[in-house]
């Protein structure tokens, strides 16, 4: 795929990790953490915690688009010592259970499913551990219940509502798009563009919600 549509498109989402930010402030600071970025995409999250933590990130996703893409940011950036990228489904994997202090989830669970997929994740977290989930806002009471019936406590929780979703990743891109003037180019945004239909007609829909969790 074309370089230039993956530029657009993370530089866009990088309007958006602010809010890891804000999640990453609630829990305690951990010296030299072992953090697992599950379904981490071309990495935007990835890099950004890096750039927190001087611990180690093993990164996981299982399109390998976005791995091939991800590890030549790793490389250039001099982080291959710091990161280890895995291209495979969260259901392969075969990661020693208990390990991670931290585990982030953005844009996962409501892909593969919260249950099937938190069920999952959870067993690869330390006792004690934190695990930050970005879902989108649907069956929130059920999912909280879900939460703590697995040994797990809810620290904290925010929402990034509609008005966040338009000022800080659909305008960029609805601005990036439409400065294209090559029609081939346009035609790898088809799905870009019907999402930001999808949002202005229905922007409640895309509100989500931010679980930051500590495992007992
Ligand atoms: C919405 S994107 C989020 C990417 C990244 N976490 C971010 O916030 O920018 C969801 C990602 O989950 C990945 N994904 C979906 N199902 C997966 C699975 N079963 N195992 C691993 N990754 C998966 C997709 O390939 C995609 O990169």
Known sequence: MNKEYFNIKDNC??????????????????????ILDI?????IPTLALAKNYNGTIT??????KSINRLEKK???LNLSDRITIINSSLFDLELEENQFD?????????????????SKIIKL?????FFIIHDEFRNHYK??????????????????????????????????ISSCKNKDFLELFKT????IELFKRYPSKFISIYYIIEKY
């Open 125 to 129: 977290l330390k006792k004690n551990g």
């Open 102 to 118: 931290i585990i982030i989830a953005e844009g996962l669970l409501n892909v593969v499913g919260f249950n099937k997929g938190f």
């Open 39 to 43: 379904g981490c995409g071309s990495g």
């Open 192 to 195: 870009d563009l019907h999402e």
């Open 143 to 176: 999912k909280t219940k879900f939460i703590v019936s697995n040994n797990c406590k809810i620290l904290d929780s925010f929402r990034l509502d509609e008005h966040v979703w338009w000022n800080d990743y659909f305008k960029c891109l609805e601005k990036e």
């Open 74 to 76: 790793v490389k250039e």
């Open 59 to 64: 990164a996981v996703d299982f399109d390998t």
């Open 13 to 34: 989402r990088k309007g958006l990790l602010k809010y890891l930010s804000k999640a990453i402030s609630i829990i305690p600071a951990i010296d030299n953490p072992l």
